[in-house]
């Protein structure tokens, strides 16, 4: 267990719906990353949080959006879901973002759009 | 735009033998070059890591070469076991901003 959790694990859902994936940080940490994983982009960074605030902004979607919770858990909400938007979603979390440590990252949750 | 590119996409080792990974960069303001394990199923983990004003850095049987002028690094795993089977990723960053990952070399070591 690394200490991030994320859920659900696995979620299947159909074209054009919304979905809500939830990641809570390890004890501590409190940055939040989210990355998406395909098999042919590997990691993709989408949204970083730190303490509640958007630090940073990849190539994340408008139909995508997140949050930062003050008890830091973090939400990423995906909209007018369709079938390119199949992948592993990853959420990882740090200390600070300032300094050189790695990112702990939870187990994933694998979206599949149908 | 591939920030950090990583070769080969797959691999074949024998037990024993050397497993060596690439990634390539061309952001010179790249600080930290890490790379990432990850089993099936499970989220990538950090294996080992180096910064740019050290040429090599060695943990146990891993290993990352650093290149500052040729803008390369590579993973070089030494007597490569089949516990080692698992997807590679190299990612750099600079300062604080968040890591970008190359896209990731399937190894496979077979006995």
């Known amino acids: 267990d690394s200490g991030v959790t994320q859920t659900p694990k696995h979620l299947i859902t159909a074209t054009g719906q919304r979905v809500t994936l939830r990641c809570s940080p390890r004890s501590g940490d409190l940055s939040v990353y989210w990355y998406q994983q395909s098999l042919d982009q590997g990691l993709q960074f989408l949204i970083q949080?730190?303490?509640?605030?958007?630090?940073a902004k990849g190539n994340i979607l408008e139909r995508f959006s997140a949050q930062q919770f003050p008890d830091l858990h973090s939400e990423l909400n995906l909209s007018s879901l369709e079938l390119g938007d199949s992948a592993l979603y990853f959420c990882?979390?740090?200390?600070?973002?300032?300094?050189?440590?790695?990112?702990?990252f939870g187990s994933g949750t694998r979206l599949t759009v149908v | 735009q591939q920030q950090v590119k990583q070769s080969p996409q797959s691999l074949i080792v024998q037990k024993g033998g050397i497993s060596i990974i690439n990634c390539a960069y061309e952001?010179?303001?790249?600080?930290?070059f890490p790379w990432y394990q990850q089993f099936p199923g499970k989220g990538p983990a950090l294996l080992i890591a180096?910064?740019?004003?050290?040429s090599e850095k060695k943990e146990g049987r891993f290993t990352i070469s650093f290149n500052k002028s040729a803008k390369q690094f590579s993973l070089h795993i030494m007597d490569s076991q089949p516990g080692d089977s698992a997807t590679y990723f190299c990612a750099a960053r600079k300062g604080n901003t968040p890591l970008v990952f190359g896209k990731g070399t399937r190894l496979s070591v077979i006995a």
């Open positions: 949080y730190y303490n509640g605030e958007e630090r």
């Open positions: 180096i910064r740019p004003d050290v």
């Open positions: 952001n010179t303001a790249f600080d930290y």
């Open positions: 990882a979390s740090s200390v600070d973002p300032g300094l050189l440590y790695g990112y702990t």
